[in-house]
């Protein structure tokens, strides 16, 4: 008997060590949240808002900038010869971002700031959400620090042992670096970390982003035709619905009789073939001047990212700390660990769950990627694929289900539950599967309260709410109407007219005669 309770005492010394310290009432941590870029405006050091590309009327800016650039595209095909062309990219995209940029050490310039001190910022201490601001130029790795911080801040206010942390895109990959930083004993404290929300998360990369800097853009017609459709007629860009229309049918009809692929292949190849040129001076000159942004190029593309930005014996000195702070984050977050294949956040979360920290994902789906790198056809957001978001679910291609095979091996698998109701998400193969809340029909900068709901009821439930512990909320949601209701299936798109080519000829002279009707009889 007294061998027992020893061995029983030592099982609870030893497991009580490994894990955690949390309070005891876990449901009643105060969580902490990070939010996106878009929501901590940058102030110039006189006090005013500093000009953000964000805020930018893109329709008007590419009407006023398009003249120059495509008089010295037209000279650069003609001659081969490309420098101009750059450098009127450069001249037309440089002035947007100048008041932003850091310098080459990666340091704000100009006295911009945030109007917000993590030291000195007051605390609700019976609020359940509390916001951490920061500045989203810099490194993870620094902020971190302030996050640090504030959440010492936090505790002392509130009396608490612990919290809990809600982040979303790139506040993602600020709030990963501080947990990693406190998991591995960085801090004078214990991991305080009770349950993770990414929300929509960056830290599988921007791909767009990647794309570009690591010249590796990739453009397939029919992801261009899927996100013109997309794009154009929610008025993005061409406010007037008839000329959308025949804009966008136009494209379809070019995609259908395989024209509109001869254009796709010729932009990326040009654009890869000049990247090296170009990257050195555009990237610099707004979003690969900010240290946050390579935080978000994966590890498939990072050297090769690195190589073409900085290109010159002359920029690698110049930028030299600049390199050094970015390569500090992607070895300790974003590299891959040759033993195992995944990336090292990946690692960290799987050994979070294992410790028994609650960790729960949303991800986005139904809408067409920027058609610019390769599985930009997978459904996404806007900004990335659900594959990405939600740390590994199949998705298919925007506009296709999955095949009758592959659902009657998910039924053998005893899978298919996993799977969503209109047939074009897989969530069996995401990291976290049972814990991966999905939203569709909804773009990347939307963010419905109900994931707030959900995280505090995962929070109360101390991290063993699942996708099947609650019918009202479901593994799967749709936006509808701008509503957030449960996924049915039912409003899965019927995209048989990008097959048709009678549809499609229909469709063109509609919309040519509603353009001449409105030209001549207004």
């Given at each position: 008997m007294k061998k027992a309770l020893s061995f029983l005492l030592c099982l609870i010394m030893v497991f009580g060590l490994s894990a955690p310290a949390f309070a005891a009432d876990e449901s009643s941590l105060p969580t902490i949240y990070l939010s996106g870029k878009a929501n901590t405006p940058i102030y110039m050091g006189d006090g005013t808002l500093a000009s953000n590309p964000?805020?930018?009327?893109?329709?008007?800016?590419?009407?006023?900038?398009?003249?120059?650039?495509?008089?010295?595209?037209?000279?650069?095909?003609?001659?081969?010869?490309?420098?101009?062309?750059?450098?009127?990219?450069?001249?037309?995209?440089?002035?947007?971002?100048?008041d932003l940029i850091l310098d080459s050490d990666g340091n704000a310039q100009f006295g911009t700031h945030i109007n917000w001190d993590y030291r000195t910022a007051g605390i609700d201490k019976n609020a359940k959400t509390i916001h951490f601001y920061y500045d989203w130029r810099l490194s993870p790795m620094e902020i971190a620090d302030q996050l640090d911080v504030f959440i010492e801040r936090v505790l002392k206010a509130t009396g608490k042992d612990g919290v809990n942390i809600h982040c979303r895109c790139m506040g993602s990959n600020f709030a990963m670096t501080y947990i990693a930083k406190s998991y591995n004993n960085y801090y004078d404290h214990p991991f305080r970390v009770r349950n993770i929300m990414l929300n929509t998360s960056g830290l599988a990369g921007y791909l767009t982003f990647e794309a570009l800097v690591s010249g590796s853009v990739e453009i397939s017609p029919d992801a261009v035709d899927r996100f013109v459709y997309d794009y154009l007629n929610g008025g993005e860009l061409i406010e007037d619905p008839v000329t959308a229309s025949l804009v966008v049918t136009l494209i379809s009809l070019f995609n259908y009789a395989k024209v509109l692929g001869l254009g796709t292949d010729f932009v990326s190849d040009i654009f890869n073939r000049i990247a090296p040129e170009l990257m050195p001076k555009l990237a610099?000159?707004?979003?690969?001047?900010?240290?946050?942004?390579?935080?978000?190029?994966?590890d498939k593309y990072y050297d090769k990212a690195k190589a073409i930005v900085f290109s010159t014996a002359e920029l690698q000195e110049e930028y030299k700390v600049?390199?050094?702070?970015?390569?500090?984050?992607h070895e300790f977050m974003a590299d891959t660990n040759e033993e195992t294949g995944k990336p090292l956040y990946e690692e960290l979360l799987l050994e979070l769950k294992e410790k028994e920290v609650g960790i729960a994902v949303v991800a986005k789906y139904g809408s067409p990627c920027v058609p610019l790198f390769a599985d930009s056809e997978i459904t996404g957001d806007v900004r990335g694929t659900v594959t990405g978001f939600s740390?590994?679910?199949?998705?298919?291609?925007?506009?296709?289900?999955?095949?009758?095979?592959?659902?009657?091996?998910?039924?053998?698998?005893?899978?298919?539950?996993?799977?969503?109701?209109?047939?074009t998400v897989d969530a069996s193969t995401g990291l976290f599967r049972d814990t991966t809340w999905f939203i569709k029909?909804?773009?990347?900068?939307?963010?419905?309260?109900?994931?707030?709901?959900?995280?505090?009821?995962?929070?109360?439930?101390?991290?063993?709410?699942?996708?099947?512990?609650?019918?009202?909320?479901?593994?799967?949601?749709?936006?509808?109407?701008?509503?957030?209701?449960?996924?049915?299936?039912?409003?899965?798109?019927?995209?048989?007219?990008?097959?048709?080519?009678?549809?499609?000829?229909?469709?063109?002279?509609?919309?040519?005669?509603?353009?001449?009707r409105s030209v001549f009889f207004k």
């Open positions: 964000d805020h930018l009327d893109r329709a008007g800016y590419i009407k006023e900038a398009a003249g120059p650039v495509l008089e010295e595209l037209a000279v650069a095909l003609l001659t081969d010869d490309y420098s101009a062309y750059v450098d009127s990219l450069v001249n037309a995209t440089a002035p947007i971002y100048e610099l000159c707004c979003y690969g001047g900010y240290l946050s942004y390579w935080s978000m190029v994966s600049f390199i050094e702070k970015i390569d500090a984050y740390f590994g679910a199949v998705g298919t291609n925007v506009g296709t289900v999955f095949s009758d095979e592959y659902l009657a091996l998910a039924e053998a698998n005893g899978t298919l539950k996993y799977i969503s109701p209109d047939k029909n909804i773009k990347h900068d939307n963010f419905p309260a109900i994931f707030n709901v959900i995280f505090e009821k995962f929070c109360a439930s101390d991290g063993l709410m699942t996708v099947w512990s609650d019918p009202e909320y479901p593994q799967y949601f749709d936006l509808v109407d701008g509503k957030v209701v449960i996924d049915d299936g039912s409003d899965a798109e019927d995209t048989s007219w990008t097959k048709n080519p009678f549809a499609l000829l229909i469709r063109l002279f509609t919309a040519l005669f509603n353009k001449l």
